[in-house]
T-cell receptor, first 111, second 112 residues
């Protein structure tokens, strides 16, 4: 089955800096890669996703890149703000019933 | 947010008890999901339902039994659980399989 690894487990940046979180996956058939943000005590929320026929996707300060050959994808947050502080989860799936999540990255943005 | 609700929010049960978790979505979605969130595995998909039919389960022990009586309601029936089943159980829904999922607030389960 699919195995997803996520790095780093914790990340601390200064407000205004960029943050990058990387994930690797094992099954080359995976074709859907969402990213979720979970603030402390709150439910996960989808922030961006990418499908395997696209190499990069942007939404304001957030971007995701996908390298199918190397089987890794990354989340990029630019101009970080304190409200970006949360745990971020990546995931990979072939079909909707087999989604596998990374272990999460705790991002802290210092004002 | 009131789109996806879960009850109870907290539950403490003994290993011999039988209890049920309830999820209700008010978004008119056709797909619903159960997730388990714990320190050991931060987010784990357990069950997927589409149009009230189970799509697949991910090797979940039989002490967890899902039920989807209609497209708005999803239950997780629990019996003879183990302490390691203590976790946050999250419900989610999406318009159809493959769409953005909206999560409920979760039920914090403690098995003693």
């Amino acid at each position: 089955g699919e195995n997803v690894e996520q790095h780093p487990s914790t990340l601390s940046v200064q407000e205004g800096d960029s943050a990058v979180i990387k994930c690797t996956y094992s099954d080359s058939a995976s074709n859907y890669f969402p990213w979720y943000k979970q603030e402390l005590g709150k439910r996960p929320q989808l922030i961006i996703d990418i499908r395997s026929n696209v190499g990069e996707k942007k939404d304001q300060r957030i971007a995701v890149t996908l390298n199918k050959t190397a089987k890794h994808f990354s989340l990029h947050i630019t101009e970080t703000q304190p409200e970006d502080s949360a745990v971020y989860f990546c995931a990979a799936s072939i079909q909707w019933y087999d989604m596998r999540f990374g272990a999460g990255t705790r991002l802290t943005v210092k004002p | 947010e009131t789109g996806v609700t879960q009850t109870p929010r907290h539950l403490v049960m003994g290993m011999t008890n039988k209890k049920s978790l309830k999820c209700e979505q008010h978004l008119g979605h056709n797909a619903m999901y159960w997730y388990k969130q714990s320190a050991k595995k931060p987010l784990e998909l357990m069950f997927v339902y589409s149009l009230e039919e189970r799509v697949e389960n991910n090797s979940v022990p039989s002490r967890f039994s899902p039920e989807c009586p209609n497209s708005s309601h999803l239950f997780l029936h629990l019996h003879t659980l183990q302490p390691e089943d203590s976790a946050l159980y999250l419900c989610a829904s999406s318009q159809v399989l493959g769409d953005e999922q909206y999560f409920g607030p979760g039920t914090r389960l403690t098995v003693t």
